[in-house]
């Protein structure tokens, strides 16, 4: 899962990296005045930092929703095992009670029948 997140951010990153040199390339090589070309720099970067803030919000979107996810199966799991654990407690302490009571029924025989 990690590895994944890790594919797609490296992947974003990279397509993010190359459209900005791209058009850094494509600005600084086209014949224009500096000033036409200062403008277009900006522009692509104002472009490019807008681009990037939508990624990182969809990335952000994205991880908070494999939390949640994992969060929700992580709680489940612990509520099925403390569920079963319990159970589990239950059935014991019902087993050892009834054999403590067959057990003291049985002694409380013998203890009468030794009085006699």
Do not use: H, W
């Not at 594919?7 to 900005?20: I, Q, Y």
């Not at 009670?97 to 013998?110: M, N, Y």
């Amino acid at each position: 899962m990690c590895s994944e997140k890790n594919n797609k951010t490296g992947l974003v990153l990279g397509m993010l990296a190359g459209a900005a040199i791209g058009a850094l390339a494509g600005v600084l090589f086209a014949p224009s005045s500096g000033e036409e070309t200062r403008k277009k720099i900006k522009k692509n970067s104002d472009d490019l930092k807008d681009q990037a803030k939508n990624k990182y919000g969809e990335l952000t979107d994205a991880l908070k929703e494999q939390y949640n996810n994992v969060s929700s199966s992580v709680k489940g799991t612990a509520n099925n095992v403390a569920n079963s654990v319990t159970d589990a407690y239950d059935k014991l302490k019902g087993q050892i009670t009834s054999k403590a009571e067959d057990f003291k029924v049985g002694a409380e025989s013998k203890l009468n029948d030794l009085k006699k």
